[in-house]
């Protein structure tokens, strides 16, 4: 069952597998409450949150503890009237108490600062199969075993290359591995095969890790598709290995809030860049990097063939120069 996001359509529901309306007429809680698990979980999976999903475990005995073999959980705080910490409390408790041997997807989304959430007992659960995460802590006291791992997107959060190599090592099977406006690393070594890296944005503003992250490395010797995007607080990108690359995609801007880049610096960067992708099949780069390119040209640069135009649904640039 894929996870769907927030506006996006939500999937049919064939009519021949359950018509919800028409059960709710004829025979009321009962009437659905005979439906298999199966169908049970279904409408369990599609309600808004997983907050309400365990509220009708107060509906009948056979409401109960069916939402705890729900495989997909979805948390969000928004900075709400209730404090954080019944958030976190609602969080820890709600996943001691689902049936891990069901969870594949889990998706924490705050909008906060991090915290932590999660005891050793998740970085081992090798039932997972997607995380999407945000705002969150990470400090597993053991090596993380996330053997059927295949999607992992984390978001606004402290990952030093220990972390990275631990996560990577323990998700054999990971497919996709993003990264978005997270801090505390400079150095990506990434051996995996087949993963598929993404790096929306990096930031570095917190005072207590000034210097780090300044220049980013990357040494990807084995992925076949690499995107950089979004706004990257560092002075420098460097790509050491990605010699199995198949597609890139660029559409990034530098963000320096003292002494800017000058953007004569950060077209050569450009230019380093696509010159060591010059074996990559598809390279495509957004308006950003398009109008450093252009300025390239203009000097005499010949523009590799496999470049493509990406466009940017936002230029980055307009806010940030």
């Known amino acids: ?24 007429e004829e025979g009321g809680e009962d009437r659905i409450s005979a439906l298999q698990d199966c169908l049970l979980l279904e409408i369990l999976s599609r309600l808004p949150s997983t907050e309400g ?8 005995k056979r409401w109960e503890h ?12 928004y900075d709400d009237n209730r404090p954080l910490s019944d958030f976190v409390s609602f969080v820890d408790k709600t996943l001691s108490q689902c049936r891990h041997l069901k969870l594949k997807r889990l998706y924490v989304r705050r909008t906060d600062s991090e915290v932590k959430l999660f005891d050793q007992n998740f970085f081992t659960s090798s039932f997972l199969t997607e995380l999407r995460l945000w705002n969150c802590m990470y400090d597993p006291t053991e090596a993380i075993s996330w053997k059927n791992l295949r999607y992992l997107r984390i978001g606004y959060a402290r990952l030093d290359e220990d972390l990275i190599e631990n996560i990577l090592s323990g998700s054999p099977e990971l497919e996709t591995f993003v990264l978005e406006d997270c801090y505390g690393f400079s150095f990506l070594d990434i051996t995996s095969k087949s993963v598929n890296l993404v790096l929306t944005g990096y930031r570095n503003s917190k005072p207590e890790y000034a210097g780090v992250g300044d220049v980013i490395k990357i040494n990807a010797p084995n992925i076949l598709s690499l995107t950089i995007d979004d706004c990257l607080e560092m002075r420098k990108l460097l790509l050491l290995n990605v010699a199995s690359l198949v597609e890139a995609n660029l559409d990034y801007v530098f963000i320096t809030y003292l002494n800017p880049i000058p953007k004569k610096v950060k077209a050569e960067m450009l230019k ?24 390239l040209k203009a000097k005499g640069f010949t523009i590799p063939s496999n470049i493509k135009f990406l466009p940017s649904a936002y230029h980055w640039s307009d806010r940030y120069g």
């Open 1 to 24: 069952m894929e996870m769907v996001e927030e506006g996006q359509k939500q999937p049919k529901i064939s009519q021949k597998r359950i018509e919800l309306e028409d059960i709710v």
């Open 66 to 77: 069916l939402w705890t073999s729900l495989p997909n959980l979805r948390f969000r705080y």
């Open 272 to 295: 380093e860049i696509i010159t060591n992708l010059h074996y990559v099949k598809e390279l495509n780069i957004g308006m950003d990097c398009y109008k450093l390119l252009n300025r």
């Open 53 to 60: 999903a365990i509220r009708t475990s107060t509906l009948s």
